[in-house]
DNA sequence: CGAAAATTTGACATGACTCAACTGGAGTGG
DNA sequence: CCACTCCAGTTGAGTCATGTCAAATTTTCG
């Protein structure tokens, strides 16, 4: 059964809860499993939950006025993913969140997470946490696009998130960095020699 | 007296507290004048403090491997500055705060906000709050400077923050946007045409 | 195996950078 | 009140990184 399965030993690995305490987390997340190429939010969509991600491959990514994609975070085992901006505003979403591998998910919405923050401080801590490292990986994110080359910030994206390069193609790569596929190759060629 | 400035009625402009509870919040704050070009945090300082900017002009910016500026944010009335990456690991600044403008802040310490978060639950989801906005407000540049050209992100900087296209030289704005000062005035003199 | 998808390559275009020189204003002091 | 300096901004010429478009090649996978 899949209720059976104990999410919140997965999602909140620092923090101690009862067995009693379990049984009501676990309740609140959802189990979610999508296939390669499917879309787990599409740009327009209201956003009422996010998602924990047990395994598989997954990227968010943004289709600007000239109909070109922009990845704006790629997730992986034990990472999150959502639309924040939409999430956090309640607005409708501007990033549309695709499954590069098959991946299983647990989903939990805005209304059961307020509950938990209500129920258990150490979780409502746990995301404020999260909400910090985030913004400061942006703000690296916003240095490295103001002073860095494409070459250097492909080498860091690189050796930063080398599980990552395994699993998703170049062209996402290139989507992120904000380079066509066409630089990228040639800067692969580069570092090759 | 300076301790009479009822400091939270300018913070929290939206909360509701009682006059004892005013009294409890003020005390928490430190009021900071600086003068034009003060620095109030350099790179490599401890931060243990954040700063709500009563009125001037303030930006954080850093300084990369090759000794440019990059500023990340600008502050005026009602914003709040620091350099939140080292306030929140409590590790050492890597952004750099000038006083653009003569400015009179209000400081908060680490520890005294903590009190705070303890005491007064609103004030720590109006801390929340912020911290959300400026994620969003980061992934949106993120965006922008993936997808768009220098003219259209100075376009939108100026459409955006009208206010602080007066307080600032064009320098800060093109160490904000990542171009030099030349492509700047190049951009600026095909606009006014 | 064969088709579709991903990557690479080539030729050329362009936006932004670099460096150096110049302009115009805002003080400042003789 | 002029000469001087300093600072911000502008302009010009040449360079470079990255983009565009088209085609070739390689990889993936049904």
Redesign the interface.
């Known amino acids: 059964m899949q209720t059976d399965i104990p999410k919140s030993k997965e999602i909140f690995k620092g923090l101690v809860f009862t067995n009693d305490e379990r049984k009501i987390i676990d309740s609140k997340f959802q189990i979610v499993k999508v296939k390669k190429g499917d879309l787990i939010l599409k740009a327009g969509d209201v956003v009422d939950s996010q998602y924990y991600i047990l395994n598989g491959c997954l990227r968010s990514y943004?289709i600007?006025?000239?109909g070109?994609e922009?990845t704006?975070q790629f997730g992986i085992n034990n990472w999150w993913i959502s639309d924040?901006?939409a999430f956090?505003?309640t607005s409708k979403a501007v990033m549309t969140i695709e499954a590069i591998k098959n991946a299983t998910l647990y989903k939990i919405s805005r209304e059961n997470l307020e509950d938990l923050y209500g129920q258990f401080p150490t979780i409502e801590s746990y995301y404020?946490k999260k909400?910090?490292?985030?913004?400061?990986v942006?703000?690296?994110?916003?240095?490295a696009?103001?002073?860095q080359s494409a070459k250097e910030r492909y080498v860091d994206f690189i050796t930063t998130y080398p599980e990552i390069e395994k699993s998703v193609k170049n062209y996402h790569i290139a989507s992120y960095l904000?380079i066509t596929t066409e630089s990228l190759s040639r800067i692969r060629k580069e570092l090759s020699k």
Request: glycine share 4%.
């Open positions: 943004h600007d006025a000239h070109k922009h704006i924040y901006t956090f505003s404020r909400l910090e490292n985030s913004f400061t942006y703000q690296k994110r916003i240095l696009e103001l002073s904000g």
